[in-house]
């Protein structure tokens, strides 16, 4: 590594400036010449099919170049039951799955000429009565078939023990809780868009998205094309939270209508439309039961989680499967995931898709064991880790947790905490004050990922690979790894991204793109400094022609051998060379096998009650993170502070309210449904714990984008508690549950 490297340095953003001056290309900002503009039909009843739809005003509208509907439509084929997204691809039947789904694209001149006529198309419908009550079809919920993580069902029980039940029985103390969370949208702050132009069979899609190859699959396999005749362009993407990992059906009926109209096309969802046609977090209920002897060691726990599912997809969380079962050592543990298929819009992944939901039950049962144990929260968690997973029995690769919570507890004061509910208040006696804290986990993932680095006769070198950034920092990660690599400084590395044309990458899900591109990058940097030094030896115009490769060296960007010191760019030119390149790539999983990888980390908060109107004012925040090394301590923060903010708005504000006799979603608008802003966030104090994790990677390195946000809505219910002696199990946590 050189003396100038920015590995570990809180560099500034370097697609920073071009976003903050609006210099930053998003999909919907490409204007081609001739572009029209699409505009989606929404059904309005939640179940049913068409009878007939009456499209004549609207083709009769002012710009309308076609009107495509379910009677009309544009064939796209089934990419047949997608993992995270849709099971069914829009206008192929006259099925209406869910209200607010797909009946219709207008295409017209402008965009105001393409809404106006979608106003005036007429839908009759045969609508059946929905199924879309989460509360009153848990009776009917049903295990669904082992996914990732396993059955669905699991039991670990000790020598002799019948049941969970049985081991809860025995135990000296127990606690039980239910708890409930709403529907959730992501809502990133750029609307889902999709600009198709075709030229020569060739077609090229600006489309924001969090995975530009997986986005090139799914738009060849439904719209019937050849995968390398469609080129995904995204280089910038303003947020996703995991609704823009997957293809909704706005992009394949853009990419079919332009290709029929032999026009550029744009669609751009309103933010109304993105509450159902791409995706939520599913609603989630959950019972935990704990038992443990009376000096707090856990004997007994079951964790059961019953989740929203759709009739239109099937992705739902898995909470316990990646919460209780790694987090706590229990002689007795039982978990179980159970589905509740609804006829509601699509359920898919949302950060820490598993996790966010699983943590906020155990997090906060393990605060009512405390309780009922008076036992301090984080000492009953230190005496309760695990140092093995249950099931596969393999050791953590790296796990630095107890060190987190003593950080934390250090940093924010937790001593000074009262363990008696409702004894702090403010001066005037008008705020109820309390602390509470909770743990975060999220599983360290590796996918292919492949890297090429291209060194160029300018002294500059191309590090490209075709993941993404939707604001989680890989542009500026890029930069930083390739100059730690090569030895130059960041302003000589030109990184790209977001583009299907670059080296194969799975893209930005489950936090793990640093993981990925830290290790293929490393790699590269080797090969292309071998190909250099080749170069170097064999090109007659070198200064080290005929020399043995075992005498040049590379650093510092130069290659050096004897009294000789050459720039890559010097020798470059030396030799007519535009560029050496080289790419290298990695696979799943860690470097070393027999391993559990983990990212963990420990919140703790300060809420502020009043007294009189039950309103929550989360008003100090520490998060102390071990996710190894970390490579930009600035945009690391960032993720772990927007991470909170998520569990902020999961534990004061957020949910949707589903209509059970329509399945409408009520509140479907920024007006109703409440995300955080700026005045609901206190000062944030986000430490990280350095341990490097080699055993997962040469780099150490483990993610951060989902983290944050485990267990976040868990540690301010606990601070509730604590302030009030209320325990809220039904998010969110609104004045009305307080009075
Ligand atoms: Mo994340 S929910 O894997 O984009």
Not at 390 to 397: F, Q, R, T, V, Y
Not at 524 to 531: L, Q, Y
Request: hydrophobic share 40%; with cysteine.
């Amino acid at each position: 590594m050189s003396q100038q490297s920015p590995l570990g340095k809180p560099v500034n953003r370097v697609d920073g400036r071009l976003k903050v001056t609006g210099a930053a290309g998003y999909a919907s900002d490409h204007h081609p010449d001739r572009l029209a503009h699409g505009y989606l039909v929404l059904s309005t009843v939640g179940r049913g099919s068409i009878r007939s739809m009456d499209t004549a005003a609207a083709q009769r509208s002012a710009g309308v170049l076609a009107v495509y509907t379910p009677l009309n439509p544009l064939k796209l084929f089934n990419q047949g039951g997608g993992l995270f997204g849709p099971n069914w691809v829009p206008l192929q039947d006259t099925e209406v799955r869910h209200h607010g789904q797909i009946v219709g694209l207008v295409v017209a001149e402008t965009f105001e000429q393409a809404r106006d006529a979608a106003a005036l198309v007429r839908v009759a419908y045969d609508a059946r009565t929905p199924v879309a009550s989460f509360e009153d079809n848990i009776p009917n919920a049903a295990v669904p078939e082992p996914f990732f993580f396993g059955p669905a069902i699991q039991d670990y029980l000790a020598d002799g023990v019948a049941s969970i039940d049985d081991a809860l029985a025995a135990a000296e103390v127990t606690v039980s809780g239910s708890y409930r969370q709403p529907i959730k949208l992501h809502n990133p702050m750029e609307p889902h868009s999709t600009v198709a132009v075709w030229r020569d069979g060739h077609v090229t899609v600006y489309s924001g998205t969090q995975a530009p190859v997986g986005h090139v699959q799914d738009i060849a396999r439904c719209v019937g094309v050849d995968q390398a005749r469609v080129r995904v362009v995204s280089p910038y993407v303003g947020g996703g939270f995991g609704n823009k990992a997957m293809t909704w059906g706005h992009t394949l009926l853009t990419v079919a209508a332009a290709r029929a109209l032999d026009r550029p096309v744009s669609t751009v969802l309103t933010r109304e439309q993105m509450f159902t046609v791409t995706g939520h977090r599913s609603a989630v209920a959950q019972t935990v039961a704990l038992g443990a002897t009376r000096d707090g060691v856990l004997i007994a726990v079951k964790h059961d989680a019953y989740s929203s599912a759709s009739t239109s997809g099937a992705m739902f969380p898995w909470g316990p499967h990646t919460t209780t079962l790694p987090l706590y050592r229990s002689e007795n543990i039982h978990i179980g995931q159970r589905a509740v298929t609804l006829d509601i819009p699509t359920s898919t992944i949302m950060r820490a898709p598993n996790e966010e939901p699983g943590a906020f039950a155990i997090e906060s049962a393990m605060d009512e064991l405390a309780a009922r144990l008076r036992m301090d929260p984080v000492e009953l968690r230190m005496k309760n880790g695990t140092t093995v997973v249950p099931g596969n029995g393999h050791p953590w690769s790296s796990k630095h947790l107890d060190e987190c919570y003593r950080v934390g507890a250090r940093r924010f004061g937790w001593s000074r905490r009262n363990p008696v509910p409702g004894k702090v208040t403010s001066p005037d006696r008008e705020w109820l004050i309390g602390m509470g804290m909770a743990t975060a986990i999220y599983p360290a993932a590796r996918f292919p990922s492949q890297v090429k680095i291209r060194l160029q006769a300018d002294g500059t070198a191309g590090v490209s690979t075709a993941g993404a950034d939707l604001g989680t920092g890989l542009w500026t990660v890029l930069a930083q790894l390739g100059a730690d690599a090569l030895g130059i400084p960041m302003d000589r590395i030109r990184p790209d991204i977001g583009d299907s044309a670059l080296p194969n990458n799975t893209g930005a899900v489950s936090s793990a793109s640093t993981a990925g591109a830290a290790s293929a990058l490393r790699l590269a940097a080797e090969s292309v400094k071998r190909a250099l030094i080749q170069l170097a030896v064999e090109n007659p115009r070198s200064p080290f022609h005929g020399m043995n490769p075992q005498d040049v060296r590379y650093a510092d960007g130069a290659l050096t051998a004897a009294a000789r010191r050459v720039s890559f760019g010097d020798l470059l030119e030396a030799t007519g060379s535009a560029a050496v390149e080289a790419t290298e790539g990695v696979g799943f999983g860690g470097d070393r096998q027999g391993f559990e990888f983990a990212s963990f980390g420990a919140h703790f908060c300060e809420v502020r009650v009043n007294r009189w109107t039950g309103e929550t004012r989360v008003s100090r925040f520490t998060t102390v993170v071990d996710a190894g090394k970390i490579i930009n301590p600035k945009t690391a923060r960032s993720q772990i502070i927007g991470g909170v903010i998520f569990g902020i708005g999961q534990a004061l504000s957020e949910g949707i309210q589903v209509e059970p006799a329509t399945g409408r979603f009520a509140n479907a608008n920024f007006a109703e449904y409440l995300v955080p802003v700026n005045a609901d966030v206190p000062p944030m104090d986000v430490q990280f714990v350095q341990h490097p994790d080699t055993a997962f990677n040469s780099e150490g390195v483990r993610g951060i984008g989902e983290l944050g946000t485990v267990g976040a809505a868990a540690a301010i219910a606990n601070a509730v508690y604590n302030a009030t002696g209320r325990r809220i199990r039904d998010l969110p946590i609104t004045p009305d549950k307080l009075l």
